[in-house]
């Protein structure tokens, strides 16, 4: 036979987790409670008081055809499973030193608060041993709190269509430069995010590294009116990261059989192709890509594991490069 205490802690966790699963659809009748959890009426009405009083949940109340519907008042978490909810908190501790991180650790909080409070208890959730059982190696910005009061700067005036002005540091000038930018979007390439709008100064569209911006004011009063016609993804096109330069190139390498099968396992730009795979292991894979700059990067990653077999102009200039990085040592 249940021990009546058991039995009713039992029944006052599973009326939270109802309510929690209810609250967005406007919550559920004692009547309906009381159907779920095998109980009566005045034993529910028992349990809501308990909630609100000893467990400090608030709960709202709506009367409408003759009945009383309950909800939580604040909060509420989707139904989700112990695996879901950790790989949710893993994704978060991931982006720490990006420019979300300023806000992870506020966010990672509420999330622990949340779940320990309405949905699991510490064993079933072992939050703090998979932390120390998890390393996540990524490159890390030296000022994740900086970049991420500027990110959310620009989040804002992405709703609120408003331009801002950026004291910005130009890469290839060494220098920085002030602007008056319309904000259009932002784009994330290998966790570094990348603000896409309007220059006033150069009255075109531009790129802007959101780690290089070192100020950001809102000018909340100089409102903009985002064009119907712009996209994202046709802008971006067919570039290999971040930069469109307009003019599409036809690209083909050939990866050593170390690599090989790694590279046949990620897909690294929407036209990738699997041209043929020689009888030693390697792979020739073919891409079409707008934005060369940014693919030599990433071919050097690969030092001696990748060859440039087109075009001959890429072949030559990672060479170039190449004889550069030699006369160094």
Known sequence: MPVPELSRTIRINKIIDLLNRTSPYGGL????????????????????????????????????????????????LPPLSPEQALIIFLSLIQQKGSALGGHIND????????????????????????????????????????????????????????????????????????????PYGLICKRHNWYLVGYCNSSMAVRTFRVDQIESIMALTTEKFTYPQDFSLEEYLGKAWGVTNDGQITKVKLKFSPEVAHRVKNMIYHPSQQIETITADGSVIICFEVAGIIELQGWIMEWADNVEVLEPESLRQEIKAVAARIAALY
């Open 29 to 76: 009748t004692t009547k309906e409670l009381a159907t779920k959890c095998g109980a009566s009426e005045r034993q529910i009405y028992r349990d809501l008081r308990t909630i609100e009083d000893d467990l400090r949940i608030i709960l709202e109340k709506e009367t409408g055809g003759g009945q009383t519907r309950y909800r939580l008042a604040d909060t509420f």
């Open 107 to 182: 966010i990672k909080d509420i999330l622990v608060t949340h779940l320990f409070k309405y949905k699991y208890s510490p064993d079933r959730l072992p939050l703090e041993e998979m932390q120390q059982r998890i390393y996540i190696v990524e490159e890390m910005l030296s000022n994740p709190q900086e970049v991420s009061e500027h990110f959310g700067k620009i989040i804002n005036a992405l709703v609120d269509n408003h331009k801002i002005k950026i004291y910005y540091y130009v890469t290839y000038r060494g220098q920085y430069s002030e602007r008056v930018v319309e």
